[in-house]
């Protein structure tokens, strides 16, 4: 007979290699029979993968912070409605190549959201990636500048789950704006986006700087999607507020936007 470790070594399976000491103490303790015992020293590999694979997907998702869904207060966002986040936190919308748009002004948890929705979606083996419009729109001009657009349209087009963050605070030149619908021509129900913005579908026309082009993302985005609208205030002006950095002077939109970078 081979040795164990040998065997084990052999098959891969290193996370019940250095795990085998206490699976046997475990086992010996438990009373359990022969199929008991295999069963207990495969899930410890099994488990010992699956953690591997969330740690590896969330290093490719590139999450710029990690913020998770138990931190979200919904109390502070009675506009939200947390069925809606609940159902989406199952992650069923990524295994139907459906959509997910967060709206609302600055503050009130967008990115929060999608992060956080972006992480159940990691712990349900979906491949992730998160990106900023911005920074979308600077690897796609580049690449079609180097003619390697194709590549990098396949490459978005991998990811299970393309979170796309703020869109709107910064005008879409028409160039950017029809490389943007070529990549959801490409992804159009293969696979999910989740995209935010603090503009109003009434404004995606001006964000796009072309009116029928817009339409034209938006149909193609909303066909299979879940719209989350969030009306409340800004979380940040919350802790703000309460810190007493805020006198009785208001805080503009544009002076929100400049913390948006800090956090
Ligand atoms: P947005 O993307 O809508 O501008 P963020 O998601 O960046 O807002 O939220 C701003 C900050 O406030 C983040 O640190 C976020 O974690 C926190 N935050 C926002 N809303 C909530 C909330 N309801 N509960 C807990 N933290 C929140
Ligand atoms: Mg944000």
Not at 72 to 85: A, G, M
Not at 165 to 183: N, Q
Not at 217 to 245: P, W
Request: proline share 2%; charged share 25%.
């Amino acid at each position: 007979m081979m040795e164990l470790s040998v065997l084990l070594e052999r098959l891969k399976m290193d996370h019940l290699l250095t795990q085998l000491d206490g699976v046997c103490a475990q086992a010996a303790k438990g009373d359990l029979d022969y199929q008991g015992f295999l069963a207990q020293a495969l899930e410890a590999e099994w488990r010992g993968r699956q953690q591997r694979g969330i740690e590896s997907r969330l290093r490719l998702a590139r999450f710029p912070w990690i913020k998770t869904l138990d931190q979200f207060d919904f109390e502070f966002q009675p506009s939200l409605d947390r069925k809606v986040v609940r159902e989406l936190a199952g992650v069923t919308f990524v295994e139907r190549a459906e959509n997910v748009v967060l709206l609302g002004p600055p503050g009130v948890g967008k990115t929060h959201l999608a992060i956080a929705l972006g992480i159940k979606a990691v712990e349900a083996s979906c491949s992730v990636l998160f990106l900023t419009f911005e920074s979308l729109m600077g690897r796609l001009v580049r690449a079609r500048h180097e003619n390697r657009l194709e590549r990098t349209l396949q490459q978005l087009a991998y990811p299970r789950l393309l979170i796309l963050d703020e869109l709107g605070y910064l005008p879409l030149t028409r160039e950017e704006a029809s490389l943007f619908f070529r990549l959801l021509v490409r992804r159009y129900e293969r696979g999910s986006l989740m995209v935010t913005s603090n503009k109003s579908f009434a404004d995606w026309g001006e964000v796009f700087n072309d009116h029928v082009l817009a339409t034209a993302i938006l149909d193609r985005l909303l066909h299979h999607a879940t719209t989350l609208n969030i009306k409340g205030e800004s979380y940040r002006l919350r802790e703000k507020k309460k810190a007493g950095l805020l006198g009785r002077r208001s805080v503009t939109a544009a002076e929100e936007v400049t913390t948006d970078a800090s956090t």
